[in-house]
């Protein structure tokens, strides 16, 4: 099952480098995520939101692969920390 995922570049102090962009998951595991996104990803550390389970969750993961995904790209990584809230501005698409 996918879930829409919107995320944002952070430096070191969380602090957001990038506009927000739009990804939904390819895996998500307990200590990792994968994801699919329309562009390819040029940033190494990012900020995640997503719901799970009815709750909101945002995560800093540090992208440890990428790589082309058929017309749209993937990547993934591992959960670096939990945030209280997440370091941009969530605007969502309606499609």
Known sequence: MTVPVVGVAVDELN???????????????????GLIHEDPMIHDRIAVHLEMGGADVDLVV???????????????????????RFPGHLVLHQH
């Open 15 to 33: 602090q957001p480098t990038s506009d927000p962009f739009e990804m939904i998951t390819r895996d998500v595991g307990a200590k990792s995520i």
């Open 62 to 84: 540090v992208l440890k692969w990428r790589d082309a995904l058929g017309p749209f790209y993937g990547s993934g990584g591992i959960y670096l920390e939990r945030l209280e």
